[in-house]
């Protein structure tokens, strides 16, 4: 399929350290750290869709929604950006994505123009960005196919699953830091269907939801996988 907008790619990770024969790659974890921070509310907007890039933002707190605005006035996620995320990179002068705050976050704020030349000029940096897109693009490729071609319990458990390998230092916990109508519309459900589902993976005693809501357990994983469909 050919886009016929340029391509933003919604949040990419960027290895800190300097790997063996890539001289200067460890300049862009440092450029980060002297970066100027923005706190943000929950809720609140890193940048919308139309807004000029500007800048790339690494989140250093909290969790960040990427999301597109359909023609009806729909809102479809594509993904949740987590501590050492960059996001806001891109091939265009405006933003063709917007970017919210789930919960209170903080993130650094880096200049694009800087970001960009410095990876022009660094080929360890350039490579990582690369891969690191294609890491992307695969995760892009499987919402889709979890979207279109799954049901609400395969979609939620491969989402739970998603978590696990993105954000969990516990591996047997998942921290929601995002709110029903988040998942929502990322897995393309409604919010009751995901309420309804996270209760029905709790009866078959494949997760366990602690008061509140926002902490869940993954009491079986082999099985969680097996209902992913993966």
């Known amino acids: 399929m050919l886009a016929s907008h340029p391509i933003e790619i919604g949040h990419i990770v960027v290895p800190a350290r300097r790997a063996p024969g890539q001289a200067g790659s460890g300049d862009l ?4 750290r002297s970066a100027s921070i923005r706190k943000l509310e929950s809720k609140e907007h890193v940048f919308c869709e139309g807004d000029p890039r500007i800048h790339v933002f690494q989140v250093e707190e909290g969790v960040i929604a ?3 605005t359909l023609s009806d006035g729909r809102r479809r996620i594509i993904d949740f950006a987590y501590p050492g995320d960059l996001i806001g990179l891109g091939a265009g002068k405006e933003h063709i994505l917007s970017a919210q705050a789930t919960c209170r976050g903080k993130v650094r704020c880096h200049s694009a123009a800087s970001l960009e030349a ?7 940096l350039a490579i990582k960005l690369y891969r690191s897109v294609c890491q992307e693009l695969e995760a892009t490729r499987d919402l889709l196919v979890a979207v279109g ?3 609400a319990v395969e979609r939620l458990a491969s989402f739970l699953l998603a978590l696990r390998r993105k954000d969990a230092k516990d591996p047997d916990t998942v921290r929601l830091a995002m709110r029903r109508s988040d998942i929502a519309d990322l897995l393309g459900l409604t919010i009751e269907t995901v309420s309804r589902t996270l209760s029905k993976l709790r009866a078959m005693r494949v997760i366990d939801v602690e008061q509140g ?3 869940v357990t993954l009491r079986d994983i082999p ?3 097996e209902l992913s469909n993966a």
């Open 223 to 225: 099985r969680l996988t």
């Open 118 to 124: 410095l990876a022009e000029s660094d080929a360890g």
């Open 29 to 32: 974890a440092e450029r980060m």
């Open 213 to 215: 809501g926002t902490t």
């Open 66 to 68: 990427i999301y597109k």
């Open 149 to 151: 071609q799954r049901g």
